[in-house]
């Protein structure tokens, strides 16, 4: 009987090494499951009031995009061209599944079954052109009729990014309307070599070309814009 | 004193030691196979999900990107789940009546989450992280597959760690730049690869990239490749005496 004794030993501490809680360790993951809270979610929402340390939004231009119940209507950040390549590549992602790629509101989404009392947003009207850009942030903060808020999705610095980039599409489809006429949009793009750095793409018949003068005439343009501003 | 053994112990040795010669290696051949076949790994599985969503649908045919519903996937170690609000986004408008639907609008009415089935996982002892896999320009579909005309979501690979491993023990087999856009960021090249497969099609893209994008690209051989990948390993200064320690994942 005491020889086996060994054997069982050895037996139960081979099994003992069968258990999988290293695999699935008793620990919150991202968007995991909880059952001791009532919503069942493992992921908390934040109280409210919670500011993280260092994070406190007392600019109320860059983060409401209004001062005062008024829209502003300058970039409250330095207008860059890697401002505009930024706001080119988040328009692609979040915007231009609606909107389109040259902001016209015929995005893919848009011809495949909206059915909404008012169409997509168009850029290129003179009601928008005229906009503060205060009031694109605050659409992409809050929502705007059916357009859903994407303050969840895109973050302050990149709202920025992509209210300077509709800026240089709503330039780039009608310079006219901002005091340039045909031959310095093409003195632009013949002087200015194609945007460099950015998701740019043919996803329609119209992305490519118009590039090259687009982010030069908007960041003309909005520099005009901060001068105004300061005039006043 | 009684013989302790019948006569036909004799067969019963042999047969237990031809068995034990046959049998082991047998048993442990099949624990290998099962444990690398797809009734294990779940590799080319389609996972059953509360609602039919077709990436072959949303990201291919019309084109939405995948940072569209995966938005910390450049900037954090998950790339995130969409809220039942992204969905919403377009299909408060769009297949507002589709029975398919129902979960999402259910989901959204009463703010409770839709349960979707993990596809991808590793188990809790490894520690993968997106956002760097993503800034060396690797592909979403190196590891995940064809997402982009995934009907419904399998998984592209094993995830085991030996599959972990290939890359980690000789990266440049995978990493690359796309030499006809020099001007991207490795970051920007990973999804710019889907609008070039948009506009261009097959025929565009190079051997390397077509395999990708077809989920077939299992590392490159090609010496001038891996050449070329050595490099970008020294330029993204990628420890690669460290990247298959095990600390790197397991910590």
């Known amino acids: 009987m005491n020889r086996r004794l060994p054997l069982f030993a050895i037996a139960a501490l081979s099994l003992a090494g069968c258990h999988t809680d290293m695999w699935r360790q008793p620990k919150g993951e991202p968007l995991g499951e909880n059952d001791f809270f009532p919503d069942g979610q493992m992921s908390r929402p934040l109280l409210t009031g919670t500011i993280a340390r260092g994070k406190i939004?007392?600019?109320?231009?860059?983060?409401?995009?209004?001062?005062?119940?008024?829209?502003?209507?300058?970039?409250?950040?330095?207008?860059?061209?890697?401002?505009?390549?930024?706001?080119?590549?988040?328009?692609?992602?979040?915007?231009?599944?609606?909107?389109?790629?040259?902001?016209?509101?015929?995005?893919?989404?848009?011809?495949?079954?909206?059915?909404?009392?008012?169409?997509?947003?168009?850029?290129?009207?003179?009601r928008l052109r005229k906009m503060p850009v205060g009031h694109f942030y605050d659409v992409i903060t809050n929502g705007y009729g059916a357009m859903y808020s994407y303050s969840s999705r895109v973050e302050p610095s990149d709202r920025w990014a992509i209210v300077a980039y509709i800026r240089a599409l709503q330039v780039s489809q009608s310079p006219?309307?901002?005091?340039?006429?045909?031959?310095?949009?093409?003195?632009l793009k013949k002087t200015h070599a194609p945007a460099a750095g950015t998701e740019s793409h043919g996803g329609g018949s119209h992305a490519g070309e118009s590039h090259a003068g687009e982010s030069h005439a908007g960041e003309s343009h909005s520099g005009e814009a901060h001068a105004e501003g300061a005039a006043h | 004193m009684a013989q302790i053994f019948k006569p036909s112990a004799n067969h019963i040795t042999q047969a237990t030691l031809m068995g034990l010669a046959i049998g082991v290696p047998t048993v442990w051949l099949a624990i290998a196979a099962l444990s690398r076949s797809p009734a294990n790994t779940k590799v080319n599985v389609p996972l059953n999900q509360p609602i039919p969503f077709s990436h072959q649908h949303h990201a291919w045919e019309l084109g939405i990107d995948c940072r569209y519903c995966h938005t910390s996937v450049e900037k954090s170690s998950y790339a995130g789940l969409p809220a039942t609000e992204t969905c919403m986004s377009c299909h408060s408008q769009i297949w507002t009546n589709s029975p398919l639907l129902e979960p999402v609008r259910q989901s959204y009415e009463t703010g409770t989450p839709i349960k979707w089935n993990l596809v991808n996982k590793v188990p809790d002892f490894v520690h993968f992280n997106h956002s760097i896999h993503i800034s060396r320009g690797l592909n979403c579909n190196t590891c995940h597959g064809p997402v982009q005309h995934m009907q419904i979501t399998y998984k592209g690979n094993s995830f085991q760690m030996q599959w972990c491993l290939e890359c980690h023990r000789a990266p440049d087999r995978h990493i690359y730049k796309d030499e006809t856009r020099p001007d991207l960021q490795p970051r920007q090249q990973v999804f710019n690869l889907y609008w070039k497969y948009q506009t261009t099609g097959l025929d565009g893209l190079s051997e390397r990239e077509r395999a990708l994008m077809l989920g077939t690209f299992n590392g490159t051989d090609n010496p001038k490749e891996r050449e070329a990948g050595k490099q970008l390993v020294k330029d993204y200064g990628i420890k690669v005496q460290q990247l298959a320690d095990c600390s790197v994942c397991h910590y």
């Open chain 1, 57 to 126: 939004r007392k600019d109320d231009a860059f983060f409401t995009g209004a001062v005062n119940g008024k829209w502003v209507d300058t970039l409250p950040v330095p207008l860059t061209k890697a401002l505009l390549e930024r706001g080119q590549e988040r328009y692609n992602v979040y915007c231009s599944p609606c909107h389109g790629q040259i902001g016209d509101g015929n995005g893919m989404i848009a011809n495949r079954g909206f059915t909404l009392k008012r169409p997509v947003g168009n850029y290129h009207t003179d």
């Open chain 1, 176 to 187: 006219e309307a901002y005091g340039m006429d045909r031959f310095e949009v093409e003195a």
